[in-house]
């Protein structure tokens, strides 16, 4: 196999995310930049959830990206969307490195299918989420010092994310991003998610990984203040909101049973609480 892995249209598409990709919240200008992130981002997804290749092809294929997005390799086939971000961010060493830290996060998907315990899966979302958050702050000029908050809103809404799909998640890649050692300590093992419902003793270790991940929401709360930008500090405070309404979604909702989103009215609230959180702060 070539080190490099073809391009092929994205398993998953930015209506199909959380929260908008490139909002008509941020200025037109910025949007060209966003979209080419994602689109590097889900291209790395897809060759790490790849169920032809093998693990050593993925973590090869990644490997590509890296030294294209580094500008060690240029003319290979498949690194079109990792040239395409270089050239759109004009090869700036910060920017580079947001999306190629990204990398680290889906050559481990490649290569295991667990999370240890919740220090474990906040070490993958430093590199799965919290690039993401940091290259929209950097791309509007804001200050480092928003990089915690924002790495805990990130970290926050990918466990969300990762609640969301436990069932598909086991079922087609074999991946289980809930910690292990709190299944263990009740007793369960993977094959409990692939059942058609919750269990009582995974609900109640869905709730721990709520319980936690409300913490990193609350770290989070300053962020939208500490945002110079307008359009940004907007953006922000519905994130945070999206964050806070999923959990508790996901509190009464079943993963197994069909997949927890919000509902019409939340998008609204979240719209005019975001709104009013982002002008007032």
């Known amino acids: 196999m070539s080190r490099a892995v073809a391009h092929h249209a994205p398993s998953k598409k ?6 908008p990709v490139a909002s008509l919240l941020l200025p ?22 790849s169920p032809s290749l093998s693990a050593e092809d993925k973590v090869a294929g990644l490997d590509a990206l890296d030294a294209a997005l580094h500008g060690r390799d240029t003319s290979s086939p498949g690194l079109e969307l990792a040239l395409a971000y270089r050239h759109e961010v004009l090869e700036a060493p910060a920017m580079i490195e947001h999306a190629s830290q990204l990398l680290h996060a889906f050559r481990r998907d490649a290569v295991r299918d667990y999370c240890e315990d919740w220090g474990d899966l906040m070490t993958y979302c430093r590199y799965s989420a919290a690039p993401v958050g940091r290259f929209l702050l950097d791309l509007h000029g804001e200050s480092h010092d928003t990089f915690l908050p924002s790495d805990a809103l ?16 086991y079922a087609q890649l074999r991946r289980v991003y809930i910690p292990r050692d709190w299944m263990l300590a009740v007793g369960l093992t993977n094959d409990v998610l692939e059942a058609s419902a919750l269990r009582p003793e995974l609900r109640q270790v869905i ?20 945002i110079q930008d307008t359009r940004m500090r907007i953006q922000a405070a519905m994130t945070f909101q999206v964050a806070e309404r999923l959990s508790r979604r996901l509190r009464t909702g079943d993963p197994l049973a069909e997949r ?21 702060a």
């Open 154 to 169: 990130c970290a926050a809404l990918q466990v969300l994310n990762h609640l969301q799909d436990c069932g598909k998640d």
């Open 28 to 49: 037109a200008s910025k949007r060209a930049t966003i979209m080419a992130y994602y689109h590097f981002a889900r291209h790395a997804d897809d060759i790490a959830d």
């Open 14 to 19: 930015a209506t199909e995310e959380n929260f």
């Open 260 to 280: 927890v989103k919000l509902t019409g009215m939340d998008s609204a609230l979240i719209l005019v609480t975001g709104l009013y959180h982002g002008l007032m």
């Open 207 to 226: 709730d721990r990984t709520l319980d936690a991940t409300d913490g990193l929401i609350e770290l989070a709360r300053p962020l939208s203040a500490m």
